[in-house]
């Protein structure tokens, strides 16, 4: 049998009861480890487990998940995921393949950022389509996530931003040259997210009228959800560019319409709370 | 200190190691009892924290929610709730109250149907808004959830819907007398809220060229998400009127545009594959 078992965003024992049931009997047990980052490392994990976890990189679950399915088939595997098992593609892909070699598999869920975002005080159902941002450089600029934001505005919806996760990264050089060096990991930060996107009406020459919003319009950012340290900013797009929230993992919202139930939530982070009243 | 803890959707073992620390040791334990349930009943979750549980419905939460408030100003107060705490607006409430009174919280996040939904194999991030779809009754029949799905659909986007739950209602004439007499409890089926759907472009005159969807459109039925007894039915939407799933809480998805690996999870779940893959 195949366990694929959220746990959660904060820390170790954010891991369900029944989801340590299954990792204590497991016979192995393998931690993704690329889509996202947990508040705590593999040996706190192996502590609270009292076993040995195999780290899943990139290589090991897209190019040889047969040895996760392999061994899946005679014995209980369990593969543990940041967040919610369903929260990344890649884990789709393992699933269909099980059932192609009818592998039984279970899933346990656990809070992923799709639904912890609750914690801000805007309602999960008023959230339109959620979008990536991803780092740009000097000459890749992708802006698609532009037209997402400003249709979720269009009918009053939030939008939560997605940022970008740089793990296990090959320079061109090294991918060109087959050398498996990796760059150092990076994680985009609401700074970094605010700034591109205020570029974007600037690049496409979109008078502040046009815009999908400007660098008045309320944003709230999040960082490290879940966890201890968790940090909520609500202010104006230009006065979060240099707010400091902290280690990764960073989380932007870009509110629609708000409901005054959602206001009052929000007052709490406010840099100002009159910013928000107005707006 | 109130904390405001996850239960998940499956059954009492969904309950974060963290989360079940706390139940332990906290000085009362209330669960929320109106919207939605667990596959569980009290008497379960009380045997495997081994403590009193509380069940706070509508009344008690709404109205008299001070009585929660002024236990967490001296004692640690646990408040569950199945799938996510900020699943419902009334936690949300609950917790401005909290910050008003400067009672210090905590949240443990948990799975809930708005992430547990990515289980069927659509992406979460392709997901519009999400609309909740209420009974009707013959004179009361209102389909604002329409025009969402059919923004959704434009936009290539899948729609989440959320079934109605009718628990603890008061029928008018008890209600008129102040009759605490409750109705029996209803949970919306995939069913009905299929038959429901159906009959919108039929009152509206819509023709199926105008219409956001039609009875040949494949749909999603899902059952008792995150538990043992989880359904999954995937088929045109004349077929879901007829198919049984069983006991509550049942939830629908229509999807929008479908990447090959969304159909490739999906047909799992086929009445027939091949309306999936001419879809």
Chains 1, 2 share one sequence.
Not at 61 to 76: F, G, H, P
Not at 129 to 147: G, H, L, N, R
Not at 188 to 211: C, D, F, G, Y
Request: aromatic letters at 8%; a negative charge; glycine letters at 6%.
């Amino acid at each position: 049998m195949l366990y694929l078992i959220g746990l959660g965003l904060g820390d170790a024992k954010d891991i369900t009861v029944k989801g340590l049931e299954v990792v204590k009997k497991a016979k192995k047990v393998f931690l993704e480890a690329y889509t996202s980052i947990l508040g705590v490392n593999k040996e706190e994990l192996e502590k609270l487990y009292g076993r040995d976890v195999i780290l899943a990189d990139r290589d090991l679950v897209e190019q040889q998940s047969e040895i996760i399915l392999e061994n899946a088939k005679t014995e209980d595997i369990a593969f543990l995921v940041v967040g919610d098992p369903f929260g990344a593609t890649t884990h789709t892909d393992l699933v269909i393949r099980a059932r192609q070699e009818n592998i039984p598999y279970k899933v346990f869920h656990n809070a992923s950022i799709m639904n912890a975002i609750g914690c801000c005080g805007l309602q999960l159902y008023n959230y339109g389509e959620a979008v990536s941002i991803c780092f740009w450089t000097e000459s890749w600029k992708p802006d698609s996530f532009y037209d997402k934001i400003a249709a979720n505005r269009k009918r009053g919806l939030h939008s939560l931003c997605l940022l970008d996760i740089k793990v296990k990264e090959q320079s061109v050089e090294n991918l060109m040259r087959g050398r498996k060096v990796y760059e150092p990991p990076r994680y985009m930060s609401v700074s970094t997210a605010v700034q591109q996107l205020l570029e974007i009406p600037k690049l496409r020459n979109l008078s502040p009228q046009e815009s999908a919003y400007t660098e008045d319009t309320v944003a709230v950012g999040l960082a490290r959800i879940g966890s201890d340290t968790q940090q909520i900013i609500c202010g104006p797009m230009k006065s979060l560019v240099d707010y400091d929230l902290g280690g990764p993992l960073h989380s932007l919202v870009i509110p629609g319409e708000m409901h005054f139930l959602e206001k009052d939530m929000l007052k709490e982070f406010a840099i100002d709370v009159n910013v928000l009243e107005n707006s």
